[in-house]
């Protein structure tokens, strides 16, 4: 029989589930804003198994309002989607608050791939298949070592600025931490979490949103107990790809999938990550310096250089030259950039 951490008492005590229809149309685009201010939830129970414990919790799916911190007017509503263990004490309990990148992606990829209760079966790591899909009980869920929170940001999902305000003004790198900050007061208000232990994990560009979160959190009187950086961009370059480190990334992916191209196929994938290693740091890398202008800066004829380098110089010249843009996001600076729905998921 499966263990129970369920002690009877304390924060998510489990009742009636409490359905909610909302047909409010929340739109994404740069101008759309909603009027509503209410904060509605649709509530239902459940039971996960992780490492035999018994977890019976409360799924939560639902809007809170994030006030602006200047005015104290509402400004947008956030959706979000929280797993909270029955009965537990939220003096000991953590809540861990979750985002993906983009900037301009929703939280449904963590919401149904990561660490909730339930997850998209796949077949990874090999294909999965086209529909139908069906969902399964998650084994690496966190559920028996903390609350769950998966928050949209301002534009994605079902979450929209309150008018006046508008997407729009949610869309820049300050902007959208802080709607993230005001949620998350919100959010312990409303569920008397504040003296819980708290956590961030932020998938790709939510890394660098957990940097500037952390700071205004910590600047507002509320610091954190720890941060989780998955898929971490902390930098922006002008070409977002470190083309010599992926280079051995890539092809172990390719030894593991046999889609290396080489016949034999390498027995031994550390001297292979070796090698591959040295031919990076070295004819990969002088390629690259040299595209396009295959002729050496001193001057005289440049050396051909070896075939597979001039198929991968090619590859990057073409990601180089714009093959990204649209579903690419660089941020020139803080003030300016921001997460738009026309920026791609990373």
């Known amino acids: 029989m499966a263990k129970t951490i369920n002690k009877g008492l304390g924060v998510g005590q489990p009742g009636p ?6 047909t409010t149309a929340y739109g994404s685009g740069p101008d759309d804003s909603v009027s509503d201010v209410t904060e509605n939830a649709a509530i239902t129970h459940h039971v996960a198994t992780v490492n035999g414990i018994s977890v019976p919790y409360t799924a939560t799916a639902g809007h809170l309002v994030a006030v602006d911190p200047s005015s104290s007017k509402p400004a947008a509503k956030v959706f979000y989607v929280a797993f909270t263990a029955d009965g537990m004490d939220a003096t ?39 529909p139908p899909y069906a969902m399964e009980d998650n084994p690496d869920s966190l559920i028996e070592r903390s609350d769950l929170v998966y928050i949209n940001p301002v534009g994605t999902g079902y979450s929209a600025a309150i008018a006046p305000f508008k997407n729009r003004d949610f869309w820049g790198v300050d902007q959208d931490a802080v709607s993230i900050k005001q949620f998350i007061k ?46 971490s961009v902390l930098d922006y370059p002008a070409n977002f790809s470190n083309a010599v480190g992926l280079m051995p990334t890539f092809a172990a992916d390719a030894w593991f999938h046999k889609k290396t191209g080489i016949e034999p196929l390498p027995a031994d994938l550390a001297s292979y990550m070796e090698t591959v290693t040295q031919f990076a740091q070295g004819p990969y890398s002088a390629a690259l310096n040299a595209f396009p202008n295959r002729r050496p800066r001193g001057g005289g004829d440049a050396e051909p250089l070896p075939r597979l380098a001039r198929q991968r110089t090619r590859c990057l010249a073409a ?12 941020l020139p600076n803080r003030a300016s950039a921001g997460p738009g729905p026309g920026a791609g998921r990373l």
């Not at 790709?204 to 509320?222: F, I, K, N, P, Q």
């Not at 030259?321 to 660089?330: E, N, T, V």
């Open 17 to 22: 589930d409490q359905p909610f229809l909302d």
């Open 92 to 130: 000991t309990r953590p809540v861990t608050f979750f985002y993906n990148g983009g900037p301009g992606s929703s939280s449904v990829f963590l919401l149904l791939g990561s660490f909730a209760p339930r997850r998209i079966r796949t077949s990874m790591p090999g294909f999965t298949p086209p």
């Open 186 to 231: 919100r959010y312990l208000s409303a569920f008397n979490r504040w003296n819980s232990p708290r956590f961030l994990l932020g998938e790709s560009y939510g890394t660098a949103r957990s940097c500037v979160l952390a700071w205004l959190l910590h600047e507002d009187g509320l610091d954190l107990n720890g941060i989780t950086l998955q898929s």
């Open 319 to 330: 990601e180089r030259g714009g093959c990204r843009p649209a579903r690419s996001f660089r």
